[in-house]
């Protein structure tokens, strides 16, 4: 799983690469070279990043806080299991944790209640990955045209 951000007359490459089969750089480098060879010049790296994928496996793994702290986006585990985008839900957490006290004290268990829908989403993406991971069950996805845009 692998993108591509243009930015400020440079390109960022990142990438989900996995630990088993080898080395992560090593891997990462496969990944490089393999874009060089269709045509992609990439150039020498700039700067480097890496860290481990949270995946939310269950509900215990997100946490939206108590009545003194209040977590919301990826600090409270709101992180697609599918994608690794959290965005979308920090902006949805930020939204149910305003709508959760307008002009009254606020409670947590509000914010909690709002809350639920987007973790059962968020567990309900686990269903996708094998999909969009094991690279022949993804290749059977991408060319049934199932979920492509018209």
Same mark, same amino acid.
């Given at each position: 799983y *692998?993108? *591509?951000i243009p930015k400020n007359n440079k390109l960022l490459l990142g990438g989900l690469v996995p630990f088993g089969g &080898?080395?992560?750089?090593?891997?990462? %480098? =496969?990944?490089r070279k393999r874009l060089e060879s269709l045509g992609i010049r990439l150039g020498s790296p700039i700067k480097r990043e890496a860290g481990q994928l949270?995946?939310?496996r269950s509900s215990t793994a997100i946490q939206t806080g108590s009545d003194r702290v209040i977590l919301i986006g990826e600090a409270a585990g709101l992180v697609s299991p599918s994608s690794a %985008? &959290?965005?979308s839900s920090a902006i949805g957490s930020a939204i149910a944790l305003a %709508? =959760?006290?307008?002009?009254?004290e606020f409670r947590a268990s509000d914010y909690q209640r709002k809350m639920r829908f987007a973790v059962w989403e968020i567990l309900l993406k686990n269903a996708k990955i094998p999909w969009?991971?094991?690279p022949t069950l993804r290749k059977f996805v991408l060319k049934s045209g199932i979920t492509a845009l018209k």
């Open positions: *692998t993108w *591509t &080898g080395p992560v750089r090593r891997n990462f %480098e =496969a990944l949270f995946r939310p %985008e &959290g965005i %709508e =959760a006290f307008p002009g009254r969009m991971y094991h």
